[in-house]
């Protein structure tokens, strides 16, 4: 299975806040005793998505990916980071971290699969870059596989490409 995979940047002074409303939802920072929630959002997130690069991990494999490939320890930390909450339930989360000189990387940005599609992203993409401008930080960087759809919420947020690479597994 190949697949491309998009180093992409976004300029903080180039971004233009998206124009969505949800009530209900709470954006909160993220604790060590939400790690196991944030953990069920995010396989419901990743199970029947347009993943590639998830779809031939075993369930060790994705725990492991998540426990040690995203930065939890530098994304916790960071107040870029967040959690969304519905009714005291978690539905949504982002992990941000420190990258570079006033830079922050998306480690990962997930929504519960029922509530794909309802501007969560959006609201989320908002949400960072808020956060990124409070922490004097000028940029902000991410990956993705172009053929997700979260590409496309990445690019109409203002990220340009910087790189692509074609991942062979």
């Known amino acids: 299975m190949a697949f491309n995979y998009a180093e992409m940047k976004l ?4 971004y233009k806040d998206w124009n969505v409303n949800q009530t209900g939802l709470t954006f909160s920072e993220i604790a060590l005793n939400d790690l196991d929630k944030i953990y069920d959002v995010y396989i419901d997130s990743f199970d029947g998505s347009d993943a590639r ?18 930065g939890l320890e530098d994304a ?3 107040k870029a980071s967040h959690k969304i909450s519905r009714n005291g339930e978690i539905v949504g989360f982002s992990l941000v971290l420190p990258y570079g000189v006033k830079n922050l990387h ?16 959006k609201l989320m993409m908002n949400f960072i870059v808020n956060e990124t401008k409070k922490l004097n930080c000028s940029s902000l960087t991410l990956g993705t596989e172009t053929e997700m759809l979260a590409y496309e919420l990445y690019k109409k947020s203002g990220f340009e490409v910087v790189e692509i690479h074609n991942v062979n597994e």
């Open 11 to 14: 300029e903080i002074s180039s």
């Open 53 to 70: 690069f998830y779809e031939g991990q075993t369930d060790d494999d994705k725990r492991t990916f998540f426990l040690n490939e995203l």
């Open 76 to 78: 916790i930390a960071c």
């Open 106 to 121: 998306i480690s990962c940005m997930c929504v519960a699969n029922s509530l794909k599609g309802q501007g969560l992203g």
